[in-house]
């Protein structure tokens, strides 16, 4: 049975091009049965394909002492192997809570992004995660019970970017009868047992009578049916992104989704163009609700906000539906000290602040970075959001202006106002970045000292 297993997943290495020569794996490591077949695989022909491999346990704090006891097995399984591994604890139910999330999407969000850091860290240059034949059954078929479309039905990606799943054409009962025959121990999830989750109903429940009433190869029938999914899937999304270059801009953190497609092209047209979009841009399954939902929004003034799923929001601007995602991992500090000649990172940008000599004008064509007078500035400086009430005194204006009442002045969508960033100078508000400096920063005949604020 171990050998069949084996060149079942060697093949379907090969028919998908998943690991090449010098390749870093980084294995997402629970410590049960699947997992622990992935690593036990890969340490075997490590050799065969000349790779380095690393283990990365997520402890998510769920099971209390059963949990603490998962790590400890899966660092001494690790030992014994001689693989590299690290553990990281997170608090799944405080960050459910947070971002308002399951706990089972919670747990899958914090996993993944500390897989995808860990991964950075070490230079891996591919994830590895033990998903197997029954669980790409399950998850197709929640997404046809969630309403997706051709993308929720073609099931769970072989190879996404840098994640890759190798296990997939292999059954969990062929997995089962791997580690009994290699005498390999695994760790049993309490909670896999339990049907509080609606994954787990699914695969304690529903699919046995499946398999029972209907079909007994349910699994690989689906498996199947998932590959054409995706063949036409390519198809359909082909035409999609042609039709998307023309109506939708793609910036860093967000879709603009112009008021031409909906006027322009057929309902089924904007649904396909849109769904291919955000599978695209944000790598999540839309469902059926979040595109009649921005639909929708189309209609509404500006301003108008909805809620879609997988922490994606919708704003109505002028001529544009605007689509991003709320960052759950962004730092949560209201204040950041910047100093002279040093940057900070702060929520994706950099900002600088350094002396300046012999500068032949204090203008600039972009709107990135500003010359100011250092004369009166005292470090470190501080950034954060714009508050209600916050006012400053904007150069070449007489009096004082709400930052508000500039941003709406200087039509700034509703999405990036809410973001807007300001430079403080001892409380008083110097720069709103990327727009306008304060009157008290203006360089002028007696200045002494310059400094250039800048931001990437």
């Known amino acids: 049975m171990k050998g069949i297993v084996e060149q079942n997943i060697i093949r379907f290495i090969s028919d998908h091009d998943l690991v090449k020569k010098s390749d870093r794996l980084l294995i997402a490591f629970s410590g049960g049965a699947d997992s622990v077949s992935a690593l036990h695989f890969f340490n075997k022909y ?26 400890l097995f899966c660092k001494t399984f690790c030992e014994q192997l001689g693989v590299q591994f690290k553990a990281e604890k997170v608090d799944v139910i405080d ?9 089972e999407a919670a747990a899958r ?18 994830i590895v995660t033990a998903h197997n034949l029954n669980d790409n059954t399950e ?43 290699n005498n390999i121990k695994f760790r049993v999830d309490s909670s896999n047992l339990k049907n509080d989750f609606s994954r787990n109903f699914l695969r304690n429940e529903i699919i046995p009578k499946l398999k029972e009433k209907i079909n007994p190869a349910l699994d690989s029938n689906l498996l199947k049916f998932s590959q054409i999914a995706k063949e036409s899937n390519k198809i359909i999304s082909k035409v999609a992104e042609d039709i998307s270059k023309k109506y939708i801009i793609k910036t860093d953190l967000a879709l603009e989704i112009s008021d031409l497609l909906l006027l322009k092209m057929n309902s089924e047209i904007f649904n396909v163009a849109v769904r291919y979009t955000l599978e695209e841009k944000f790598k999540i399954v839309p469902t059926y609700k979040d595109i009649s939902q921005i639909k929708f929004l189309f209609s509404l003034q500006v301003g108008s906000r909805v809620n879609l799923s997988e922490r994606l929001s919708a704003i109505r601007e002028r001529n544009f539906v605007k689509i991003y995602m709320e960052n759950i991992f962004d730092n949560k500090i209201d204040n950041v000290e910047l100093d002279l000649n040093k940057k900070v990172e702060l929520q994706g940008k950099i900002f600088i602040a350094e002396a300046v000599e012999n500068l032949e004008s204090p203008f600039t064509n972009t709107k990135n970075v500003e ?20 006012k400053f005194k904007p150069i070449g204006l007489n009096g004082t202006k709400k930052v508000s009442d500039f941003l709406t002045e200087a039509k700034v969508n509703s999405a990036d106002k809410k973001n807007q960033m300001v430079v403080l100078n001892e409380n008083k508000i110097i720069w709103i970045v990327n727009h306008r400096i304060d009157e008290s920063v203006k360089i002028n005949n007696e200045t002494k000292r310059i400094i250039k604020l800048w931001v990437k």
């Open 46 to 71: 490590k050799s065969k394909y000349g790779i380095e491999i690393f283990a990365m346990h997520i402890n998510h704090s769920l099971r209390i002492d059963e949990a603490d006891e998962d790590e």
């Open 95 to 103: 960050f459910s809570k947070k971002n308002k999330e399951s706990i």
């Open 109 to 126: 969000n914090l996993r993944y992004f500390k897989l995808q850091e860990y991964a950075t860290k070490i230079g891996a240059t591919k």
């Open 139 to 181: 998850t197709l078929l929640l997404n046809l019970f969630r309403g997706t479309g051709l993308s929720g039905a073609s099931g769970i990606p072989i190879k996404r970017e840098n994640i890759i799943r190798p296990l997939l054409s292999t059954s969990k009962e062929d997995i089962l009868n791997y580690v009994n025959a």
């Open 371 to 390: 010359y100011i007078n250092g004369d009166k500035i005292i470090f470190p400086l501080s950034i954060r959001k714009w508050k209600a009430g916050d």
